[in-house]
Structure formats: C-alpha cells, structure tokens
C-alpha cells in the first residue's frame, strides 16, 4: 500500500447453525416480502403519529404501551427512544422500557428486520465490552427475541456464552426465562444443560435456573426442584410492568405447578 508492503491475515468464519436460520436465504426472502408487504399497506397513510423523546420516557413510567406501540408502527426513532432508558438506574423502568422495546421491535420488524437484528447485535457486543456495558442489555434481548421468535429466535443461543461467567449467569438465565416464557421450543432441546444450575452455589443462579425450568415445562426436573422448595433466597421476577420479590423456594413451587399442567 502506497510502496509499502502490508502483511494481514484471512479469516473463515463458519456460521453457527441457529444463526444461519436467521441469515439463510429462504428466511431473508420472507423478511424482504414482509416488509415490502408492511409498506404497501402504510403507503397510503398520509398522517403519521410519532412521539418526543419524554413523551416515551412519560409512557414508559406509566407503563402505558399501546401509544407507543402506535407510534413504533409509524416511526422507527421509538426503538433510539426505548434503548436510552435502558441505561436507568431505576430497575423498574429499565425493566419496563426492555418490555416495551421487545414490543415496539416486533412490530417494527415486521417492515424493518434489519434495523433489529442491529440493535441486538448491538446489544450483545455492550455485554463483552465493558465502555458499551448497557444495564439493561439482557433485559432487552429476552424481551426482542420473546416478542418475536419467528425472526430472532436465533439469536438466543449466543446468550449460552453468558452461563459461564459467574458474574453475568444470573442475568443470563433471566433473559433465557422471559424468552422461554413465550416460545419455549426455541429452548426445549437444550434443558439438560440447565439441570447443573439447580445445584449452582448462587441462590440467584438457582432461583432464576428454577425459573427458566418451570418455563420450558420441564417436567424431568421435578425432583431437582422439589430440593429448593425450603430456599428463602429472594430473587427479582419482571412482570407485567412489575418486579417482584420471591423466595427461590416459591419460584420453584410455581414452576412445578407450571410443569403439573
């Protein structure tokens, strides 16, 4: 390069399998036809309603979805909006403003798969670098890759990464428990992994394991979690524009009545 010689080196990377479900041709035709779809039904809307920047922090404090699920279907801002409160210090909000995103996305994607499949990109590169770290990061991917499976249900193996740092693998089952709570089958076919966590010296990595079990149905944990049942280690659980605090040993009682169903 201009008389000097440069060295380098090539690199081939190999996709793995549930990311290539997501970037396989066939998946990438479905997505261009559904947003060539999304626009031809918009195209003849001449009024757009979109939202300010406080408006969505005010609708968000209030856990007041549906306008900005509105606007989301007009404006793609909503999504810039959503991801800056998830730096809050308050969990409630970041949890809600996680939820909403996940909401907002799903529509969003549905037109615009591209400009999702960036911020969970986005996302997970915040988790491994420490200057981008995003609290709410994993909240956020839970909540994105739930609300919409059919398309970024592939996603969800790159939070595996995540169980082996001690320091994220609480975090990590929780986002793998909301994704779990709506589409479980993503997830079914790994479970027996999940089974060392129930033993896991955290209670928080127990807890959120018990979760995540209860979740996916897995009715070959029952007895793995009949042994939590006297823990009264509390834990946080989102739901519903709520966090709640419960005893592992409740959360492990409701998931085997989930399992018993």
């Given at each position: 390069y201009e008389g000097r010689?440069?060295?380098g080196a090539l690199y081939f990377i190999r996709l793995h399998e549930d990311v290539q479900e997501v970037t396989s041709v066939g998946?990438?035709?479905?997505?261009?036809?559904?947003?060539?779809?999304?626009s031809d039904s918009s195209s003849g809307q001449a009024i757009k309603?979109?939202?300010?920047?406080?408006?969505?922090?005010?609708?968000?404090?209030?856990?007041?979805?549906?306008?900005?699920?509105?606007?989301?279907?007009?404006?793609?801002?909503?999504?810039?909006?959503?991801?800056?409160?998830?730096?809050?210090?308050?969990?409630?909000?970041?949890?809600?403003?996680?939820?909403?995103?996940?909401?907002?996305?799903?529509?969003?994607?549905?037109?615009?798969?591209?400009?999702?499949?960036?911020?969970?990109?986005?996302?997970?590169?915040?988790?491994?670098?420490?200057?981008?770290?995003s609290p709410g990061a994993f909240e956020a991917i839970g909540e994105i890759i739930g609300h919409k499976p059919d398309l970024f249900g592939g996603y969800a193996p790159q939070l595996y990464q995540f169980l082996a740092d001690e320091t994220r693998k609480p975090q990590a089952l929780q986002a793998l428990g909301r994704i779990a709570e709506s589409s479980p089958d993503i997830l079914r076919k790994h479970t027996l992994h999940f089974f060392a966590f129930l033993e896991d010296p955290d209670p928080a990595v127990r807890g959120y394991t018990a979760w995540l079990m209860g979740n996916l149905g897995a009715h070959e944990a029952k007895k793995d979690l009949e042994k939590l049942l006297q823990?009264?280690?509390?834990?946080?659980?989102?739901?519903?524009?709520?966090?709640?605090?419960?005893?592992?040993?409740?959360v492990a009682s409701e998931a085997l009545k989930k399992i018993s169903v």
């Open positions: 010689r440069i060295s998946v990438q035709q479905k997505l261009a036809k559904a947003a060539s779809t999304s309603k979109t939202l300010s920047k406080k408006e969505v922090e005010e609708f968000v404090g209030k856990y007041q979805i549906e306008p900005i699920e509105k606007a989301a279907g007009e404006d793609k801002k909503m999504i810039r909006y959503l991801q800056r409160l998830l730096y809050s210090g308050d969990s409630q909000l970041r949890q809600r403003a996680a939820e909403i995103l996940g909401s907002a996305c799903s529509i969003i994607g549905k037109r615009d798969p591209g400009i999702v499949s960036k911020l969970l990109q986005g996302l997970f590169y915040s988790l491994v670098d420490t200057a981008a770290f823990e009264s280690y509390e834990i946080e659980i989102y739901d519903k524009g709520t966090i709640e605090k419960k005893g592992v040993g409740e």
